[in-house]
């Protein structure tokens, strides 16, 4: 219908009712073809898997103990890997957010096997 409209609206005709012409349907088929297969490409180049963790985050995880608290899990990143403060807190998120750590409480984690 949005061809239509267009169609119209650049013939200057403006009526309460238009009415899709099958040239148009059959454009908009088309249209719908071409981007189904342009969404099955970009599908297929997504990354197979959200749990992917880069090396550096994977190296921390191994450093921390089992259970740590916040300012242990800083100085290990600082001291091991010279990570920076806020990096480490975004690390922290990030095993959160994956499921490898649980925080029962505000600064306090444990690794989640």
Request: aromatic share 10%; net charge positive.
């Amino acid at each position: 219908m949005v061809l239509t409209a267009l169609k119209y609206f650049d013939r200057a005709e403006l009526n309460n009712e238009f009415i899709c012409a099958d040239e148009d349907f059959e454009i908009a088929l088309k249209l719908v073809k071409v981007y189904e297969q342009h969404s099955i490409n970009m599908f297929k180049k997504l990354p197979k898997s959200t749990t992917r963790v880069d090396k550096t985050l994977k190296k921390l995880y191994d450093l921390l103990p089992e259970t740590f608290q916040r300012k242990e899990a800083i100085q290990i990143a600082n001291d091991k890997l010279m990570i920076k403060q806020r990096s480490a807190d975004d690390y922290l998120s990030k095993y959160l957010a994956l499921k490898m750590l649980d925080s029962p409480r505000s600064g306090y984690y444990t690794k989640i096997k």
